[in-house]
């Protein structure tokens, strides 16, 4: 028997088919072991000796394995042909032989589809285990584990508040928190512009004010109303003749074939799928061998699949849509593993795969390719410059057209953000002729600050600096977001105050190692690694011989002094200066009150950063870290009274409390409380008035006759129905949902839920466990919340707020709760019974003196 060894079970089925009798194909399940969770996995000192850690719940899964290796004449290894393929490979190869379960003869294989020629051509040429790749994947591991574990306590202890950093997450939180910066810098500069709208054979078209009174105008010449109205009167008086027409052809290529970061981009930007969410899908169409492997870098494709696609093109559209030869591509990204193909349809003839949004994937990724083999797009552009009879005024109109489609007929690649694109059709119009003037507008603009980041728009910026590697982006991401460092609003990401305050930390204490280009030059390393041109013990002593010292410099200071540099650091955005010219540190309760000496200042606390006043505690003033100057009025600027309650007449308040701000109704215990949610950016006294209504009855439903209620939770807005729940998307919905919508939201919920027995929804999705490969949810439970994978619940400690549960720390709970196996069912107990009715009197009479003892202690 020959023993296969893939990574997923859906790999493993469609082999097995492809090999026939003789051949067993198993699966690994992913990594079989890892570094454990805690100190001393790496030891530096022991020439970064490391400690593996078979994971608990492959353990009757890997004895499989073994058993059958026993059995074997020779194994293959077939995992995923890249550096954490060849890695999972080795850590099977590894416990094998550990085990004595090493079959004499042992290979490795790879292919970059799952199809019959691809497998079968395969295991024609299998090789021995790559060992560069293999310290490559070591010195990443190690490396990351080094960051985490010797960073992370240090923010434990000198930043309260803050949960974890990572190598490469830390510099893309920065890349938010520093866009986030620049948008608040920015301040916007007035500009006009003036079009005439003209008309010529019938055809409308517009033109802009390109010179005026002989001078050339820049984007912000026209800076107000005045200038703007005097060259529009200008305008509007003169008559304007065409002096020049120029047309100028071009054509335009399409794009290659998808790689891993620009299928993320791409599908962000298609079909708003996250980074994740995309490479989930991939994996399961790569499974189902619908497409090729889809982590790489590469954007070339197989002769034989660049001729498949050519002959499907033929078909498809006529042998006109094809260039006179293949088109050849070579990546330009930094890095790029030119060994693997790109992306592609494993069989051009084939235009659809998988359901749902797996094949709304399938058709981007068949439509991208088809389009990288066709003919150029042929366009035209056309300008026409228009001058009035002085030569002192000039208008110009352009416009281009589409002469020729070529591969637009199948795909455009997408943008990130808008961008002027001037292709509107012009008349047929030449030199000498006047069109007719039917208006002039003067039209108000304000410069725009640069857009926060997409997903799309972060993962190119990443992938052009050189930091990280595509196939890491997507957990980067999401660990961003599971650590609430960042968070999303119409797609795009906002810096949270923890995550900016962890950058200030970062950038003041350990600056290189959140610097674009060092972060970038230890991916080349890590490359040179894979490459076997350096040795990856080397690289990692290089970088233990500084990381460490600094670490222990920072530990030795005291959080207070940790917090005076981070005031200083952030001074102007804590401490902006004030419209009425005062002091930006001045207190305003001192200021109230009559107290000398009142200076704001930063300060660290249980829950985080604050600001607090110097008078402490005589004072009691304390603002939020992320409102600087109470710009947005959670520092209690804005609380006050906001009206009354038609219904009761009594005031309606604003406040700010320990968990943000609220409104209420009512004085004392019989106050109505609602917490203000962040998505409300228009918060009046309606909208309070409608949060302190809640919750809202939606109406009843139509199969069990029981109400349906919208409310808003500790979690967010959701409904309730008969014990069950739905989660709705926003603070407007729980107001707007209507019965449809809402049976259709709870039946939705249901389903997920395996049929719906009443279970809350999920307070945070963290993605799989790397082992049980089960979804990890953060739950709400009856004795309190919980993370599970499906499989094990772990309960979360209560210093720790569920919403804050990290997808590292739920694994490490789950992983530690396994390793106690199931909980004891009490067996004890029948005996304890029977001995009871045997010896019915065998109680102690002073058993039942003893709470009334501690009670007179007490």
């Known amino acids: 028997m020959q023993l296969v060894i893939v990574e997923s079970p859906a790999k493993a089925k469609t082999i097995e088919k492809y090999l026939g009798k003789d051949f067993k194909v198993l699966a690994s399940y992913g990594h079989v072991r890892d570094l454990p969770p805690k100190d001393g996995s790496v030891r530096p000192d022991e020439g970064f000796a490391m400690d593996w850690e078979l994971y608990r719940d492959k353990q009757k899964r890997f004895k499989e394995i073994a058993d059958n290796a026993k059995a074997a004449d020779r194994l293959i290894l077939a995992t995923d042909p890249d ?34 020629r691809a497998v079968t051509d395969a295991m024609k040429a299998p090789r021995d285990l790559d060992q560069d790749l293999i310290d490559a994947y070591l010195a990443r591991r190690a490396l990351d584990y080094l960051y985490g574990f010797t960073l992370s306590p240090v923010l434990w202890r000198r930043l309260p508040g803050a949960k974890s950093a990572g190598r490469v997450q830390s510099v893309a939180l920065r890349l938010i928190v520093d866009r986030e910066i620049e948008i608040e810098n920015f301040r916007a500069d007035e500009y006009w512009s003036v079009i005439a709208k003209l008309q010529h054979d019938g055809t409308e078209f517009d033109a802009r004010l390109v010179k005026y009174d002989g001078k050339k105008l820049e984007k912000l010449t026209l800076g107000n109303e005045g200038s703007a109205m005097a060259a529009k009167n200008a305008v509007e008086a003169a008559n304007f003749t065409v002096e020049e027409v120029e047309t100028k052809p071009f054509k335009r290529n399409p794009a290659p074939p998808f790689t891993t970061s620009t299928l993320q981009q791409e599908a962000a930007r298609k079909l708003g799928f996250s980074a994740s969410h995309t490479m989930r899908c991939a994996q399961s169409l790569y499974e189902a061998g619908a497409i090729t492997y889809m982590r790489t870098d590469g954007v070339s494709m197989d002769g034989g699949a660049i001729a498949d696609c050519r002959k499907a093109v033929a078909d498809r559209y006529g042998g006109h849509a094809l260039p006179d030869s293949p088109r050849m591509y070579k990546s330009k990204a930094k890095n790029a593993q030119e060994a693997h193909e790109a992306i592609r349809p494993t069989n051009f003839n084939q235009d659809r795969a998988g359901s749902g949004d797996e094949g709304k994937l399938y058709d981007l990724i068949y439509k991208r390719a088809m389009a990288s083999q066709m003919a150029a797009a042929s366009l035209e552009r056309t300008s026409v410059t228009l001058r009035d009879a002085t030569g002192q005024h000039e208008l110009r109109a352009t416009g281009q057209v589409v002469k020729y489609p070529g591969f637009l007929a199948v795909y455009q690649e997408g943008r990130d953000d808008a961008e002027d694109d001037e292709d509107g059709l012009l008349p047929t119009i030449a030199k000498g002729d006047s069109p007719l003037k039917k208006s002039v507008d003067a039209n ?43 968070r999303m609003e119409k797609n795009r990401f906002f810096a949270e105050e923890s995550g900016r305050l962890l950058t200030a930390f970062l950038e003041r204490f350990f600056p290189q190692y959140v610097a674009f280009d060092y972060t970038a030059g230890l991916e080349d390393e890590l490359d040179i690694v894979s490459d076997g041109r350096e040795d990856w013990k080397k690289l990692l002593e290089a970088f233990w011989r ?61 829950y985080g950063a604050f600001v607090a006043c110097a008078n402490y505690p005589e004072c009691k003033y304390t603002r939020q870290f992320a409102k600087p100057g109470g710009s947005d009025g959670d520092d209690g600027a804005d609380d006050g009274v906001m009206g009354e309650d038609p219904e009761t007449g009594l005031p309606v308040e604003r406040k700010s409390g320990r968990f943000g701000p609220y409104v209420q109704l009512g004085e004392g215990k019989e106050a109505k409380r609602a917490s203000i949610p962040k998505d409300l950016d228009d918060f009046d006294l309606e909208w309070a008035l409608k ?25 967010g807005p959701y409904l309730r129905h008969d014990g069950k729940y739905g989660k709705l998307s926003s603070t407007r919905e729980v107001f707007e949902v209507g019965m449809n919508r809402a049976v259709d939201i709870l039946a939705q919920a249901a389903n997920r839920k395996g049929g719906g027995r009443g279970k809350a929804e999920p307070i945070k999705t963290l993605g799989e466990h790397p082992t049980s490969g089960g979804e990890i949810k953060v739950m709400p439970g009856r004795y309190g919340p919980y993370v599970t994978d499906g499989t094990t619940n772990a309960t979360i400690p209560k210093d720790v707020k569920p919403e804050d549960v990290t997808e590292a720390q739920a694994i490490e709970l789950i992983d530690a709760r396994a390793a106690k196996g199931p909980a004891k069912k009490g067996k004890a107990a029948p005996k304890k019974k029977a001995a009871a009715k045997k010896k019915p009197t065998a109680k102690k009479p002073a058993a039942k003196k003893k709470p009334a003892a501690k009670k007179a202690a007490g």
């Not at 949060?691 to 979690?715: D, M, N």
């Open 83 to 116: 550096r954490e393929g060849e890695a999972i490979s080795w850590h099977v190869r590894e416990l094998l032989a550990k085990r004595k379960a090493l079959p004499k003869d042992v290979e490795r294989v790879t292919f970059n589809a799952i199809t019959k």
């Open 546 to 606: 500084d990381f460490k010292p600094k670490t222990e410099e920072v530990m030795e200071k005291k959080p207070s002094e940790v917090t005076e540099v981070l005031d200083d650091f952030l001074a102007d955005y804590l401490f902006p200066e004030r419209a009425d010219g005062k002091d930006p540190r001045h207190c305003p309760l001192c200021e109230t009150e009559g107290r000398e000496g009142g200076r704001l200042a930063l300060r660290g606390g249980r």
């Open 691 to 715: 949060l302190l209504s809640l919750p809202r009855i939606v109406g009843t439903h139509p199969e069990t006759g029981k109400e349906i209620e919208a409310a808003i939770g500790r979690y």
């Open 444 to 486: 108000q603009h304000f410069t725009q600050p640069p857009p926060r980041f997409s997903e799309a728009s972060l993962v190119k910026r990443l992938e052009e600096l050189g930091i990280g590697r595509p196939s890491t982006y997507a957990s980067t991401i999401q660990t961003l977001r599971d650590r609430a460092y960042v």
